[in-house]
């Protein structure tokens, strides 16, 4: 099993698909320090990361995979204000009450197994599980993020599912949805949806809702070194890694 397979089995921090594979045994790097270099990213490094795990990454050149993000972000931050403004609030749990969501907090998954931290549920049932949300708060004072303080998870958490409900209700005129890349012509064409963009807007969504100041992204190494700090570091070093390697690719061409 390659490397990016196996990361892509461990860490769908926000929909909880996969197992958890074994992995090797990643530098440690203090968790201030993750924090200070993940909150300098910006929206096109996180895009990078979010194409690392897009099934169709392959088919795309770094120009268009930056004009996906772009494309992206724009929806999720223009969809917010259109929320905002249409209920007259930004708080996620009214908004949510308003939005005919039902809101579920148990602590963990029935059933175990894997580390769920939130989900949607076609057509309004939004869950967001209480250990992980338990267990990161307990970092705060570790590290300073305030983006672990409790009440602030919670609402990421809930903002960024509350895209994906408003996603499902517009389906076929949002972007994350009608932006289609064509994977073959003959005899036939056939045309499929971009996954990652649904990631990558919702992000920016909640970043653009609560007023953020990083990217919601960071949450995807945060909350798993709740877990495992093997695992969150080995997440920190690819994605460090991918995003130094871009930049030498950019350097080299200037």
Request: glycine share 6%; proline share 4%; charged share 30%.
């Amino acid at each position: 099993m390659g490397k990016q397979e196996k990361w892509n089995r461990l860490l769908d921090a926000f929909s909880g698909k996969g197992t958890a594979p074994s992995c090797p045994e990643y530098p440690e790097v203090e968790l201030s320090e993750m924090v200070r270099t993940l909150e300098g990213f910006s929206e096109k490094e996180w895009g990078r990361y979010a194409f690392s795990r897009e099934p169709l990454e392959g088919k795309f050149s770094e120009a268009q995979k930056e004009e996906y993000t772009r494309k992206a972000n724009e929806c999720g931050r223009t969809l917010a204000e259109q929320i905002a403004k249409e209920y007259g609030t930004r708080d996620t749990k009214k908004l949510a009450e308003k939005m005919g969501m039902k809101v579920k907090m148990p602590k963990v998954p029935v059933g175990g197994g894997l580390v769920l931290f939130a989900q949607y549920v076609e057509p309004d049932e939004i869950t967001i599980f209480t250990d992980c949300v338990d267990k990161a708060s307990e970092l705060v004072e570790e590290c300073g993020c305030s983006l672990l303080k409790r009440e602030n998870l919670m609402n990421v958490l809930l903002a960024h599912e509350l895209f994906h409900a408003v996603e499902e209700k517009h389906a076929k005129e949002i972007y994350t949805r009608t932006e289609k890349v064509e994977l073959w012509r003959k005899p036939f064409s056939n045309k499929s949806s971009i996954s990652c963009l649904s990631e990558i807007a919702a992000m920016a969504f909640a970043a653009q809702l609560l007023h953020l100041t990083v990217s919601p992204y960071m949450l995807d190494v945060l909350l798993v070194y709740s877990y495992d700090k093997n695992a969150a570091w080995g997440l920190y070093d690819e994605i460090v890694s991918m995003n130094n390697y871009n930049l030498k690719i950019m350097s080299s061409l200037i």
